[in-house]
């Protein structure tokens, strides 16, 4: 899954979130990696397409996984791009990726070519109308070509249950907190995209789940990846929390407070993440 999810529309990468998907493939890799060994390919993709790239998470995984390809990388940040151009550069395989700056709420979308498969990861719930996406994927894909569709199942967890101790629950009351933000700025988020699938033309060839559960004692990316994800959960949800659990926050985003989240040797990665595989019929 691209990632901590992208939304592919413009926006500064000020914000953190170029470094937080660069975290989350660090930290998710070996997840990643298996969602695209899971694909249902009838043979090996030539062309692929990346739909909401971000830095690059899907699009490293599956030139890993399908040496043969080039891929054409699509999202609307232009400095998401010019990470995944370095990556590339860095890797040795700049000459099979392209990249591509649009807004794909647009309905001009560039020339994407005719690809054997396309890839989008924790992008499509933040299309503007997600259905006519889809349509669009439908016609541009080769005859018997496949989508997938990843997405996360819910944000990820790092706190446990009863942590911190004077405010057992904060990060589940945080979460709480931003899902007013959530419904009103990403309202497809979390949606079923079996039906949406079919709805728009395509047969639906599997899906699968992947649940991460990784412990992250002594793992500084571990502790990066929470700090700069409470960060901008804090930002989502500081209005409707309590003082006492924005004092509680504040303490573990302090990263010179001994409560900081970066000294914490409790934290775990929790999540999961849905892959669907719909093909588009010969």
Known sequence: MNHAP????PQHDTDGQADILDLDAEVLAGHMAALTQWLPVRTPPREIVDLGCGTGAGTFALLDRFPGARIRAVDASAGHLRRLREKSRA?????RVRT?????DESDWPDLGSP???WASASMHHMADPDQALRTVHGLLAPGGLFAVVELAGPPRFLPADAPRERPGLEERCHA???QFHAHHVPHRGADWGPK?????????GERTVTVDIAGAGDPAV?????GTLQRLRHRAVDALSTYDVAALDR???TDSPHSILRRDDLTVRTERTVWAARRHD
């Open 116 to 118: 054997d498969l396309v």
């Open 197 to 205: 699938l079919t709805a728009a033309g395509f047969s639906l060839d």
């Open 100 to 104: 591509l700056l649009a807004d794909l």
């Open 252 to 254: 573990l985003l302090d």
């Open 223 to 227: 502790g990066a990846y929470a700090l």
């Open 91 to 95: 890797l040795g395989v700049d000459d």
């Open 177 to 179: 907190a931003a899902q």
């Open 6 to 9: 992208h939304r592919p529309h």
